[in-house]
């Protein structure tokens, strides 16, 4: 199973207590940030470790260059819904590893309160994966190649279709896009974390399995995964207001920051409008941490001296 040096999901609970409870989003520092000041950013985290990561080399970064206003951030874990609900509440500054167009009507309902101010890599490739074993010739799914194919495997599948954290947004559209291909599968739901333990098992058996997985993730430094094809490519709409008998939409990882944030640190936020990292680099980085077991902090500071020359020049 892929570990995560990450805090588990917010309960229900913590976050309405949060949302009702949270004072300013960005609060002042009483001489903090290495004695130059600056705010404490209140910035959300979603569960995925790329998240952790970004809100990590953003931490050293800031806590390197007191002149970009910031002396800390302050994270919460968080569901992409609640998040925005936080950001349009004010309660939220920043908001890294945003996956449009995936959390586009998120952003679009709090759009008075907070900007997309950059992207920080594109074209990651997210769908429904399978192990190479199962398809290879003589496996258990020979022959299967395309999802609209999934119910003539149903039996080797257990008629399971393992899915991530009910939080996600794909988590709905895995929903829509079953039904609009008519694929009797059975969504299982729980966690990324429990779905993981299941390919897992799965592949230490080298018994069929069907998941959904998105790219960048530790996941492929592990296992040898095929993408099923797609009978009809994305388009707009098709996951919300359509019939959802389409492809997954290629995503990009972005950066939101509120109104606030880009009054009270305009120099912070044009570093975030610069950061630039890669998907192979994130993935990179994912697997030193959920395989190698190292701490999301240490290689958030080793990706950060890698790139001391070129968050100079973001920075100006």
């Not at 588990?8 to 609970?13: G, I, K, T």
Request: proline share 4%; with cysteine; aromatic share 6%.
């Amino acid at each position: 199973m892929l570990s995560t040096n990450l805090r588990p999901r917010a309960s229900a609970v913590a976050l309405a207590a949060l949302l009702t409870t949270s004072v300013a989003a960005c609060t002042a520092e009483e001489g903090g940030g290495g004695g130059g000041g600056g705010i404490t950013v209140q910035t959300a985290q979603f569960s995925w470790t790329a998240a952790g990561l970004t809100n990590g080399i953003l931490s050293e970064i800031a806590a390197d260059n007191p002149d970009l206003g910031v002396a800390s951030l302050s994270t919460t874990q968080l569901d992409p819904a609640a998040a925005w609900t936080g950001a349009q509440r004010g309660d939220i500054d920043l908001l890294t590893e945003v996956a449009l167009p995936n959390q586009q009507e998120l952003a679009d309902k709090a759009a008075d309160q907070v900007d997309i101010v950059s992207e920080t890599y594109g074209e990651a490739a997210q769908g429904w994966f399978v192990p190479a074993y199962a398809v290879e010739a003589g496996g258990p799914l020979e022959g299967l190649t395309s999802v609209d194919q999934l119910n003539d495997y149903a039996d080797q599948l257990g008629n399971k279709f393992y899915d991530a954290d009910p939080g996600y947004i794909t988590t709905e559209q895995n929903r829509k896009r079953l039904d609009g291909y008519g694929i009797t599968l059975e969504q299982v739901v729980s966690s990324e974390s429990a779905e993981l333990a299941q390919l897992e098992n799965s592949y230490s058996r080298e018994e069929p399995i069907v998941l959904y997985l998105y790219h960048p993730h530790a996941v492929f430094a592990q296992y040898d995964m095929v993408q099923l094809e797609e009978p009809t490519p994305y388009s707009d709409g098709c996951l919300t207001t359509g019939d959802g008998a389409c492809a997954m939409p290629s995503y990009s990882a972005n950066i939101a920051a509120s109104k606030e944030l880009q009054e009270d640190a305009p120099n912070f936020v044009a570093l975030l409008e610069n950061l630039r990292i890669s998907v192979d680099e994130m993935e990179e980085m994912q697997k030193a941490v959920d395989v190698d077991g190292e701490d999301v902090s240490t290689v958030a500071r080793q990706w950060v001296d890698d790139h001391a020359d070129e968050i100079d020049e973001w920075i100006g």
